[in-house]
């Protein structure tokens, strides 16, 4: 899946964001710093899975999620967050954009 579609989904968007600011944490802590159901952030979260930006394990009765930072592709999505809440114009954000595309083709890798 595209970063574009992973990021298409606010509650998606929401995850990536607190689980960027903790180390790991549970299902139920995660639906209320997403301020969401328990069904949309399980769903978001399998989506998210099975793209590899996240893991998942089970510790007595609570799932313990956490971002996987082994994966290229979860650390060009923390740098889209990043300029998407730090852009305050479009033309600022188009520069960023453009440079973060132009650094990640010369490293060989394609976005």
Same mark, same amino acid.
């Given at each position: ?7 298409? $989904? $606010? *509650?998606?968007?929401? &995850?990536?964001?607190?689980? $960027? ?9 995660? +639906? ?8 949309? +952030? ?11 930006? &996240?893991?998942?394990? *089970? ?16 650390? +060009? ?8 809440? *730090? ?25």
């Amino acid at each position: 899946m595209r970063q574009n579609k992973i990021l298409a $989904s $606010s *509650c998606r968007r929401k &995850i990536l964001k607190a689980l $960027s600011e903790k180390k790991e944490v549970t299902i139920m802590k995660l +639906v209320q710093m997403v301020n969401s159901t328990y069904n949309e +952030v399980d769903r978001n979260l399998r989506v998210l899975e099975h793209e590899g930006i &996240i893991t998942q394990r *089970c510790n007595t009765h609570k799932r313990i999620i956490r971002l996987n930072y082994e994966n290229e592709e979860t650390l +060009v999505l923390l740098k889209i967050l990043k300029i998407l809440e *730090c852009a305050h114009d479009h033309r600022r954000l188009h520069r960023s954009l453009k440079l973060l595309m132009e650094n990640t083709t010369e490293n060989g890798k394609r976005l």
